[in-house]
């Protein structure tokens, strides 16, 4: 007789941005609704560019703290060449712990993929829309830079999914096609928002809506909720988004 070998236990973050539940005292996530790979060409970001990998957040934060470099990097050999099963197995134990801990706390089941890297294979991809699935009642929102992840779960008709190609000035024609071909939305980010909404109208013919957190209108947590629950543009895939490395 056999034994199914322990699969390993995929590590949740906590992004205070994206929480679904804040603490008490609106400072914190109450718990996890999100989860990352270690990013970069060499990792996950199978589709990053070069401006991308030279603004990237979430890198200098694996850089900065050890720690999450670490659990970046367990997900990403967790998963990088599991199959499709295995996959989706340790990825449904991350997301039902998140039902679960909503379910406790009476919490709208908001659920960011990847806060950290992106999709990096088609099994990755496949167990992914099967989660989604399984999910009805949880809305997923996702941000992407590899055109085909982008297309594969477009093409699923997943409802609850909001989807979201990430443009920036080296991709803007993969963000173009896609636009106008799947009329993929785009969440796109140059050195200020006057150039990310010139390049949102340029693809879309209207200028994306900005981020209110990074303009500073709403706060990043607080006692109402995160600023992505808050707003809820890209939650809801209400507009197009435009981001500012600059802020300004």
């Known amino acids: 007789m056999t034994t199914k070998t322990m699969l390993p236990v995929l590590a949740a973050s906590n992004d205070r941005k994206v929480a679904s539940c804040v603490t008490k005292n609106g400072k914190q996530a109450a718990f996890s ?134 443009g920036d000035p080296n991709n803007k024609p993969v963000a173009d096609m896609l636009y106008r071909t799947y009329g993929i939305k785009v969440a796109f980010v140059a050195e200020t928002f006057a150039e990310s909404q010139a390049a949102v109208k340029d693809i879309t013919g209207r200028p994306g809506a900005i981020c209110p957190e990074q303009r500073k209108q709403i706060p990043l947590i607080s006692t109402e909720g995160s600023a992505c629950s808050v707003c809820r543009l890209c939650v809801d895939n209400k507009a197009n988004i435009s981001f500012s490395r600059s802020k300004k």
């Open 33 to 166: 609704n999100t989860m990352g790979l270690a990013n970069g060409i060499d990792y996950s970001c199978v589709g990053a560019t070069e401006y991308c990998e030279l603004i990237c957040y979430a890198g200098k934060l694996e850089n900065l703290f050890k720690g999450v470099g670490a659990a970046m990097l367990h997900n990403y050999n967790a998963l990088k060449d599991a199959n499709l099963i295995d996959t989706f197995d340790m990825l449904n134990a991350l997301i039902w712990e998140f039902d679960t801990k909503s379910e406790k706390k009476g919490s709208e089941r908001i659920y960011r993929i990847h806060w950290d890297g992106d999709f990096f294979s088609e099994t990755y991809i496949e167990a992914w829309i099967n989660i989604i699935i399984l999910y009805p009642h949880i809305q997923f929102w996702v941000y992407t830079r590899n055109a085909n992840a982008a297309v594969r779960l477009h093409k699923a008709n997943l409802p609850n999914l909001s989807l979201y190609f990430s």
